[in-house]
């Protein structure tokens, strides 16, 4: 059974980077396809990034663009979000996935494998 547990999430200032990680386990194949969600209090979820474990081939929602990276540490098996300069609308509680879906670099709400989700608060 494939599970994803998520950390790093905390309360911040802005202007102050974080780091999240989602570690993987229980496949038993190589999933291609993961990213980070996040969802805000009364908002629909958010895909934030994602990338393909093969190649490292990622995409970014136009609002983080710049300032967060994905990235997928093999020998580990965890997925990183890094975010830099980050910003009081960035607050939400973000999700790890796996086995996502990616049309024309645009990263649909759907995964199958779903972690618990960290929260992420940053103040002005």
């Known amino acids: 059974q494939v599970q994803l547990v998520e950390s790093g999430g905390s309360s911040v200032q802005a202007g102050e980077s974080l780091r999240l990680s989602c570690v993987i386990s229980?496949?038993?194949?190589?999933?291609?396809?993961m990213a980070w969600f996040r969802q805000a209090p009364g908002k629909e979820r958010e895909g934030v990034a994602d990338?393909?474990?093969?190649?490292?081939?990622?995409d970014y929602a136009d609002s983080v663009q710049g300032r967060f990276q994905i990235s997928f540490e093999h020998a580990r098996d965890t997925l990183y979000l890094q975010m830099h300069s980050l910003k009081p609308e960035d607050t939400a509680t973000y999700y790890c996935?796996?086995?996502?879906?990616?049309?024309?670099?645009?990263?649909?709400?759907?995964?199958?494998?779903w972690g618990q989700g960290t929260q992420v608060t940053v103040s002005s």
């Open positions: 990338i393909y474990t093969g190649d490292g081939t990622a």
């Open positions: 229980g496949y038993s194949y190589r999933i291609g396809c």
């Open positions: 996935a796996a086995e996502c879906t990616v049309i024309n670099h645009k990263l649909l709400p759907h995964a199958t494998y």
